[in-house]
């Protein structure tokens, strides 16, 4: 069975970067779902701001120590990682999904439904 790198290498017709870029971006999911399907996603499924923003970022694969430090309360600090958890548990409820894969399953399927219009 041949690997991903091996796979990528022998692609007919694209350059060593291309490949390399398909292998290592910085963030592998940070441009699946533009800014604009986000805000649908948000909205069709009933998120509130704060749970839309903790699912894009357990998304593009923040832990929840991670996600407590990006995300600030209206005093300007952070939030806790016991914060973030309860969101991700209402995520989990709301979504009915009990881990990260099943979310950025539903994710991507909710986005592909809004692209199909």
């Known amino acids: 069975m041949q690997t991903l790198n091996e796979v990528a290498a022998n692609g007919a017709g694209q350059s060593s970067n291309n490949r390399l870029n398909l292998l290592t971006p910085a963030n592998p999911a940070k441009d699946l779902i533009s800014t604009g399907e986000w805000c649908e996603i948000g909205h069709l499924l009933e998120l509130s701001n704060r749970e839309l923003d903790v699912a894009r970022l357990l998304?593009?694969?923040?832990?929840?120590?991670?996600?407590?430090l990006a995300l600030r309360k209206a005093d300007g600090s952070c939030l806790s990682p016991e914060t973030v958890r309860v969101y991700i548990d209402r995520l989990w409820r709301k979504l009915n999904v009990s881990n990260h894969m099943q979310l950025a399953i539903r994710l991507l399927r909710v986005q592909r439904l809004i692209q199909q219009g």
């Open 59 to 68: 998304f593009e694969g923040m832990s929840r120590e991670q996600i407590a």
